[in-house]
């Protein structure tokens, strides 16, 4: 039985490569995991300032990642370049993040990293997770392991892998990008790749797995199934 | 009673240890005390002996509740039976204890052995339960001086066999002298004073000990917030403060007496009694040690902290401890008393902990003309001196205090988390209070006084769950539990799950949880018997 809450998170970045990139908006809402619904009032919503232009503010990006924001944004890339200018230093919306977190820590004896929220998003393995980690590292939020000790250190739920075991067999999903999903799934696409509903949206999903794995699970006896 | 003595161990004395205020409101001649207050006998009775010598623990408040005593020879007579000799002696298939117990309700009737042990034994329900009476028995039908009679309680106390041998002869050759009792009497009476002699308590000892637990039950009836500062100002020397800390001020709650988190402006190092209330010291804040707490007097002086604005305080005080120390007390609420949340004043510390030492002196030049951290920051970034970066940097904190990442309002949930964490007990609210109790028929406190026996519906958060196996029943061996639940009212501390129930529900039996709860009362009338539970709605 899990009673450690779950942080469901997602970042907006300047880049695709979540080894370089640099977070422009990071979001995140957390999950009951016993009422599994989304605790009223703990929704979290920071920018940050990339880090490219902390360190140069006339740094020109090269990639198309400002096309990409100021499509979804639906305004002009110099529009983005000039807010996430002025979007805070990296190391006080950080240290914000960390505090939100540390409000939502299980209760238990002993406040330890096995009291915080469980990590969940979407793709988190492959990209946001990798952001968290270097962040960690950076602003020293790290474990003896040097890992980050923001989150519960043993899972991490990647709700991209929930939609794989389910649809593994299937040809019903076109592909697995949050937009498929959402889109299957009969999910409003308004205000999609806002960080902020990207993560009500996953926070929405997992509950909606979690209830149905609850579901299953009481119906399925799995004590001894291999014995026969 | 041949012996008084105040025992180290006494609880009583340490009302007198406490330096301030304390001493003043209680310090009583023991001779000036009325030893047949009803009030006090009342508080005894009920079991409300938390903190009372000799009674505090749930065996002595169970047996306090059994036995109700009313007079310091009954009190006497319990505190010898709740001893581990009378808890072990089984006679006929029932302790000596129950046996007592049972007898002073009119469960068992009360028989005497023989006539002439009824005026020795009738104070005790015809047990023996002091090594008084075994003396008084062999001085009365033996015909033995006080000497021997020592001799014959030093020689069953000591086991000698050859001892025992010859001090059984005298024994029998007095009863067959003084001729009250045959032989074959006297040798019965003989092997009983002879067993009793395995729990039997020194009368004198007892007698002592139930003045001093009488003592501290009549300053916890009269005295009571005398009485509880004093225990938790001392619950720090105990092996476990924080569950001591929790249960006196359940306990205190319970008696309506208000308890409060730290304040600031009261500078109180331990607990004290302040208008009316009993107020947690800043030193019983977790991470809240003696150093910061001398920082912070030493802060305060010159400084009439009553009358410092939220600006002063957050510059002149929260910023010149050390941070993990200003947050555990911004946490504890010692700082409430602005009309802020608790969340907004601790997002606005870590806004200021961003700033230069520079910047600060900067802001406090021209403190008082300012009220909010919003203004101060805004007075910094227009008039202060500030390279570009900086500026870049203060803007961003001032954004971050109009429109914070995240809600600044407290969550009774949060607050109860954390008051249990740094405090020890949740004060200011419950963790019940966010959820919907429309469907309950009484609250824990309710639960106490209510007629209601059946379908019982109440919420509650789990406090303590103390899984056990079944010893009978219909199938031995199963698990069960025994919950504790609390709702900032009072706490039930029996509530029962049998197997069954237990089985259907252990999911939701953890640490925290808020369930409600349907059953019945059990036939102690303490406790629950639940028969459904169910999580909590907001």
């Keep these: ?228 | 009673m041949s012996r008084f003595e105040y025992t180290c161990g006494c609880s009583f004395p340490v009302l007198n240890k406490t330096d301030d205020n304390l001493s003043i409101l209680f310090n009583p001649k023991i001779e000036d005390i009325n030893l047949e207050c009803e009030s006090t006998w009342r508080l005894i009775s009920d079991g409300n002996t938390k903190g009372c010598f000799q009674l505090e623990s749930r065996l002595g408040r169970s047996i306090a509740k059994k036995l109700k005593p009313s007079n310091i020879e009954e009190l006497s007579a319990l505190i010898s039976i709740m001893r581990p000799g009378c808890l072990e002696a089984i006679r006929d298939g029932k302790t000596v204890t129950n046996h007592y117990i049972d007898k002073k309700n009119g469960l068992e009737s009360v028989d005497y052995f023989h006539k002439s042990l009824e005026p020795i034994l009738n104070k005790t329900y015809g047990e023996m339960i002091y090594q008084e009476q075994a003396m008084e028995i062999a001085k009365d039908i033996a015909g033995f001086n006080l000497q021997e009679a020592d001799m014959l309680r030093k020689a069953i106390g000591k086991k000698k066999p050859e001892e025992m041998a010859k001090v059984k002869l005298t024994f029998i050759e007095g009863c067959d002298s003084t001729g009250i009792v045959s032989k074959s009497e006297a040798n019965e009476i003989f092997g009983w004073i002879e067993k009793s002699q395995r729990y039997s308590f020194n009368k004198s000892h007892a007698v002592s000990y139930a003045i001093n637990a009488y003592l501290s039950a009549y300053c916890k009836t009269h005295f009571p917030k005398v009485f509880f500062a004093s225990y938790l100002r001392f619950a720090k020397d105990k092996i476990d403060p924080k569950d001591e800390i929790k249960a006196l001020v359940q306990n205190a709650m319970e008696m309506n007496i208000d308890v409060k988190p730290p304040d600031i402006r009261l500078l109180n190092k331990y607990f004290i009694i302040h208008s009316k209330s009993i107020y947690f010291g800043l030193t019983d804040i977790k991470g809240f040690g003696q150093s910061v707490y001398e920082k912070l007097i030493s802060l305060c002086s010159g400084v009439n902290i009553t009358e410092l604005s939220w600006t002063n305080t957050l510059f002149k005080i929260l910023t010149n401890i050390n941070s993990a120390s200003a947050k555990s007390l911004i946490k504890s609420g010692a700082v409430g008393h602005f009309g802020l949340s608790r969340s907004k004043i601790f997002f606005d510390l870590e806004i200021v902990l961003e700033l230069t030492q520079k910047e600060i002196n900067f802001i406090l030049s021209d403190i008082n003309t300012l009220q909010t951290t919003t203004e101060c920051l805004e007075k910094l970034l227009n008039t202060g001196k500030l390279t570009k970066k900086r500026k870049e940097i203060i803007a961003n904190l001032i954004a971050s205090l109009q429109n914070p990442p995240y809600s600044l309002s407290d969550s009774p949930e949060w607050i109860a988390d954390i008051e249990e964490e740094i405090l020890g007990c949740s004060i200011t609210c419950s963790k019940v209070d966010i959820y919907d109790v429309s469907m309950t028929n009484m609250n824990c406190g309710e639960f106490k006084n209510s007629h209601i026996n059946n379908n019982i519906i109440i919420c509650g958060e789990i406090e303590n769950i103390s899984v056990t196996k079944t010893k009978s029943g219909k199938n031995p061996g199963l698990e069960m539990a025994f919950v504790t639940i609390s709702d900032g009212f009072r706490a039930i501390d029996s509530v029962i799950f049998f197997p069954e129930q237990y089985k259907q529900y252990r999911n939701l039996l953890f640490d925290s949880n808020v369930i409600v709860l349907c059953g019945n009362r059990s036939k102690t009338k303490d406790g629950l018997i639940a028969e459904k539970a169910y999580v909590a709605k907001t």
């Design chain 1, 1 to 228: 039985m899990n009673y450690n809450k779950i942080c469901v998170f997602d970042f907006e970045t300047d880049g695709s490569n979540p080894i370089e990139c640099s977070p422009v908006q990071l979001s995140a809402v957390i999950v009951d995991p016993i009422k599994l619904e989304i605790i009223p009032k703990s929704e979290f919503n920071i920018l940050f300032k990339p880090e490219v232009l902390e360190k140069d503010n006339e740094y020109q990006y090269t990639t198309d990642i400002l096309d990409f924001h100021a499509r979804v944004r639906n305004c002009a890339k110099e529009e983005i370049l000039s807010q996430w200018k002025n979007y805070p230093q990296q190391d006080q919306s950080w240290k914000m993040f960390v505090s939100y977190l540390d409000k939502y820590h299980t209760r238990s004896s002993k406040k330890s990293q096995f009291s915080a929220p469980i990590a969940a998003g979407y793709n988190i393995h492959r990209f946001d997770l990798k952001i968290i980690d270097r962040l960690s590292k950076k602003y020293d939020n790290v474990n003896k392991e040097n890992s980050t000790n923001i989150f519960y250190p043993r899972d991490v739920i990647d709700i991209m892998n929930l939609v794989f075991y389910w649809f593994e067999h299937s040809s019903d999903l076109k592909s697995y990008s949050l937009d498929t999903v959402r889109e299957y799934f009969g999910i409003s696409k308004d205000g999609a790749h806002d960080a902020l509903k990207d993560a009500e949206d996953c926070a929405e999903l997992l509950i909606r797995f979690l209830k149905l794995h609850r579901s299953v699970s009481s119906r399925v006896k799995f004590q001894n199934s291999f014995l026969n």
